[in-house]
């Protein structure tokens, strides 16, 4: 991904959640080698309610110095601890960009988490909530933070929001109840901003990967017993997992400038 938009006046400025490994770290690199500032959120702790470890600060680190490489100058990212349950906490990180950088243009959700094993009605609260409170609130979350933001700007805007969803937010998927009721949920909510948004100059986009090489995949095969993450790709149609610079290069695209109309 190669920028033609690297001016102090016009670099743009990215928040990403769920940066500190995975599709989120990969959406900040590849963003950074695009021109942008970005801003490298995640909750960088374990959450009980969860059956496998989340990211660390080491973890964002090592993504602060991949995007700091992609972008080749080490004033244009910022990484900040920050968890999508926590509106103050996403309050606080956004106000910090905005007087470290003078704006936001794009909201990114890439926060998610996944768990599950028992049928739909016999899924725990606790699971259940997990899974919402992340998944879905957490977007709404972001929204919330952000958006008035990208508003604030001077028209014509080119402001935008993408949560990453799933193929689960498409399609049943069993014992995964909770976790797919969340990404419905993602999308109806995006669907929601983007006609709110749409005549104000700000999109909303979801992005909804299938079978992607990260942390949530390894735990998806635990809890259908796959002795490797890799089983999966014989249910997808390339046959293949995907890497996440490849959905962080659909993310960059949703977020292109857009030429003015006619």
């Not at 496998?52 to 991949?66: G, I, N, Q, S």
């Not at 669907?191 to 735990?219: F, H, I, Q, Y």
Request: hydrophobic residues 50%; glycine residues 10%.
């Amino acid at each position: 991904m190669t920028s033609t938009d690297t001016t102090t006046e016009t670099r743009r400025v990215a928040v990403i959640t769920g940066a500190g490994r995975g599709i989120g770290a990969a959406i900040g690199a590849g963003l950074a080698a695009d021109g942008w500032r970005v801003a490298l959120l995640d909750r960088c702790a374990d959450d009980p309610e969860l059956p496998y470890p989340l990211a660390t600060r080491d973890d964002l680190d090592a993504a602060v110095a991949a995007a700091v490489d992609a972008a080749g100058d080490d004033s244009a990212v910022v990484g900040l601890v920050a968890d999508v349950r926590d509106q103050d906490g996403l309050d606080i990180s956004v106000r910090d960009v905005v007087e470290r950088w003078g704006r936001v243009d794009a909201g990114i959700a890439a926060a998610g988490v996944i768990a599950g094993g028992p049928p739909a009605w016999a899924t725990d609260d606790v699971v259940w909530n997990a899974m919402i409170d992340v998944n879905l609130t957490g977007v709404w979350r972001l929204a919330k933070a952000t958006i008035p933001a990208m508003l604030a700007a001077p028209e014509p805007r080119q402001g935008r929001f993408v949560a990453i969803a799933s193929t689960a937010g498409m399609d049943g998927l069993p014992q995964l109840g909770a976790y797919t009721a969340s990404k419905h949920g993602v999308i109806g909510l995006v669907k929601s901003l983007a006609a709110e948004l749409g005549e104000r100059g700000v999109t909303a986009n979801a992005v909804c990967p299938g079978s992607t090489r990260t942390a949530m995949l390894d735990a998806s095969a635990a809890i259908y017993d796959l002795a490797s993450a890799d089983e999966f790709a014989a249910h997808r149609a390339l046959r293949r997992i995907l890497e996440p610079d490849e959905i962080a290069t659909a993310v960059a695209w949703l977020c292109s400038r857009r030429p003015p109309p006619a």
